[in-house]
């Protein structure tokens, strides 16, 4: 437990639950997509899959993440036939 606090007392802070299985969740998504992209040959599939892995390393805020997840995974809904 001494060890959480020096790392806390450093600034580095463990994500909560709710960040890690968005990150987890979006990841899997982005994969799908992007693989699903690569085979039909649509980039815009394929990119949109590669953000939806991508940005969670990016975003510190939980909130964040999961409102451009949503909003990554819209877009890719709108796109995906």
């Not at 060890?3 to 969740?25: D, H, I, N």
């Amino acid at each position: 437990m001494n060890e959480l606090k020096q790392l806390q007392s450093m600034g580095l802070v463990l994500p909560s639950p709710a960040y890690l299985f968005g990150a987890v969740l979006f990841g899997i998504v982005g994969y799908a997509a992007y693989r699903r992209g690569k085979l039909v040959l649509r980039s815009e599939l394929k990119w949109t899959g590669v953000a939806l892995m991508v940005y969670p390393y990016a975003v510190s805020e939980t909130w964040m993440m999961w409102s451009v997840g949503v909003a990554l995974c819209a877009w890719l809904y709108a796109k995906w036939n």
